[in-house]
């Protein structure tokens, strides 16, 4: 299965609200979900297309909530929250 594109509205919502990244660790990967534990103490399931290959437990990962994107490894795909 191939990752949706990150569209160019969702780049423009991040760069214009980049203090809403949100920094955390992969701590479990489904086929379509990944949970994550943020550093600032919350976890959440998010909805990421082929999140298994992308994503392995233990990656640091930032997730933006706005524009609905998730960063692994320089790599951006969108992400929604479950």
């Keep these: 299965m191939s990752r ?5 509205i969702q780049r ?3 760069d214009a609200t ?6 955390g660790i992969a701590v479990e990967t489904r086929t379509d979900e990944v949970v994550v534990a943020f550093l600032d103490g919350g976890i959440a399931v998010l909805r990421v297309a082929d999140a298994s290959t992308l994503v392995s437990v233990g990656d640091p ?4 909530p706005v524009a609905e994107i998730l960063s692994v490894g320089g790599q951006r795909t969108t992400a929604r929250t479950v």
């Design 4 to 8: 949706p594109a990150v569209l160019p």
């Design 18 to 23: 980049p203090n809403a990244w949100r920094d």
């Design 12 to 14: 423009v919502m991040a």
């Design 61 to 64: 990962v930032a997730h933006h």
